[in-house]
């Protein structure tokens, strides 16, 4: 991915586009799943793209085991619930019930 998309990528999750702390995550997470520029933009609910939010929060140890985990960060509290057998649908709902409840300085510690 160029650094391009990694921008579009970074400002369509929801990220500043001055924080990059988990670039080559989002990198890789979106190379593995073959999201593009194109898809991220056209195409918001694409199943690409639940699977790259479930491949990062996977490798960032958000999701461990089908399971969310988060710790110390009080407004993720109703995300810590969710559930689904669709590993990638859990991702998807993961990062919009994050996006929808936390600050921007909380989101920032995923993103």
Not at 54 to 66: A, D, Q, R
Not at 71 to 96: A, M, R, V
Request: charged share 25%; hydrophobic share 35%.
């Amino acid at each position: 991915m160029n650094k391009r998309a990694a921008v579009v990528l970074l400002l369509v999750i929801g990220a500043t586009s001055g924080y990059f702390s988990n670039d080559e995550k989002l990198e890789e997470c979106a190379k593995k799943e073959g999201v593009t520029t194109n898809i991220l933009i056209s195409h918001p609910n694409d199943m690409k793209i639940k699977c790259f939010y479930h491949c990062y929060f996977e490798m960032t140890k958000v999701i461990l085991n089908g399971k969310v985990e988060i710790h110390g960060i009080k407004n993720s509290e109703p995300c810590l619930e969710l559930k689904d057998s669709n590993k990638c649908e859990l991702g998807f709902k993961l990062s919009n019930c994050l996006r929808t409840n936390l600050k921007e300085y909380e989101w920032r510690q995923f993103f």
